[in-house]
Nanobody
Framework: VQLQASGGGLVQAGESLRLSCVASGTQQSINIMGWYRQAPGKSRDLVAFITRGGVSNYADSARGRFTVSRDNTKNTVYLQMNSLRPEDTAIYYC????????WGQGTEVTVSS
């Protein structure tokens, strides 16, 4: 399984971004897809994930501002990020669990104040 993320960029505080991640290499629907992020000098932390059945979970920092969704027919997961803050600045990594963990290459999100 290969994961290709896109949608990062530079925005100002309060603005929005939508990240996308397409999984290829399988015709089956992937069990869990989601997003992690890693800020400079910090660990990689969960942002949100969503199961094949549509059950989602969020980090406290994301809940209420971010929405994770997926299109099972396309094996694609999205992260709609609203009301972005400078502390959301990080590399965002797409993640999938399909027998084992898979990671995308990361897409950079920078939020200026």
């Amino acid at each position: 399984v290969q994961l290709q993320a896109s949608g990062g960029g530079l925005v100002q505080a309060g603005e929005s971004l939508r990240l996308s991640c397409v999984a290829s290499g399988t015709q089956q629907s992937i069990n869990i897809m989601g997003w992690y992020r890693q800020a400079p000098g910090k660990s990689r932390d969960l942002v949100a994930f969503i199961t094949r059945g549509g059950v989602s979970n969020y980090a406290d920092s994301a809940r209420g501002r971010f929405t994770v969704s997926r299109d099972n027919t396309k094996n694609t997961v999205y992260l709609q990020m609203n009301s972005l803050r400078p502390e959301d600045t990080a590399i965002y990594y797409c993640h999938a669990f399909f027998g084992k963990n898979y990671w995308g290459q990361g897409t950079e999100v920078t939020v200026s104040s």
